[in-house]
């Protein structure tokens, strides 16, 4: 299964660069060596449900059809089975994820619709070993590697919740995962975000206190 770092790397890969978004995912050869990396096959199916998962998923955090806004566009970062014979994980889904989202700025429905296409049919099943009775993830090879990427999201919406959120600079794509005991961590790095921002604030704040005329 994927882990925490996995998952923050995913959703970290569309950085902005010279105040240009990049998509690190665009390059089949990068993401077949990621996929790799994690125990993935490589190849067009695999990308193709990677990148869906990944840009599902990036809307669900953001509020976003397409993630984080581009650099320069207003927006208002987000805040903060069972026993039985097989358990279903997802149920067919048909939209896509460039649709609309909604204008409160919550998960997007086409985001949620593009996460019940990465889990359609997808199941765990129960099997018996010398430990007791262990749970595995039965899903089309292909598709294999986007279905844990969307349970590992899972767990950590679980294990941490509230936790997980776009960088504060509405100008920086990045998400972060805050594991500090107060949970107040608003920026991606606070060296490339917090303190530019807080570099703004205060030129803004200077130029508002000189007053027009002022020398």
């Given amino acids: 299964m ?15 660069v010279d105040g240009r978004r990049q998509d690190l995912w665009r390059d089949d050869q990068e993401l077949d060596r990621w996929a790799r990396e994690h125990g993935g096959l490589g190849g067009d199916e695999e990308r193709r449900w990677l ?9 669900m955090e953001s509020g976003e059809p397409d993630g984080p806004g581009e650099p320069g566009e207003p927006g208002e970062p987000g805040g903060p089975g069972g026993p039985g ?19 409160t700025g919550e998960p997007d429905a086409s985001a949620e619709a593009g996460l019940r296409r990465v889990l359609a049919g997808v199941h765990r099943v129960p099997r018996p070993s010398g430990s007791g009775i262990e749970w595995h993830l039965e899903a089309p090879a292909e598709r294999g590697l986007a ?12 294990r ?3 936790r997980l959120r776009p ?19 608003r920026w991606c790095s606070m060296k490339t975000c917090g303190n530019r921002l ?4 205060h030129q803004a704040r200077t130029r508002e206190t000189s007053g027009p005329g002022t020398e």
């Fill in 147 to 158: 279905v844990e990427l969307v349970l590992a999201w899972a767990d950590v919406k679980e």
């Fill in 51 to 59: 990148r869906t998962a990944r840009d599902a998923l990036q809307a």
């Fill in 198 to 201: 807080k570099a703004r604030r």
């Fill in 2 to 16: 994927l882990d925490d770092q996995a998952l923050m790397q995913a959703l970290n890969s569309t950085p902005v």
């Fill in 160 to 162: 941490l919740p509230g």
């Fill in 85 to 103: 014979e097989s358990d279903a994980l997802g149920t067919p889904g048909a939209a896509s994820t460039a649709d609309v989202a909604d204008a």
């Fill in 167 to 185: 960088c504060g600079n509405p100008e920086c794509r990045l998400f972060l995962l805050d594991r500090s005991r107060a949970n107040t961590a």
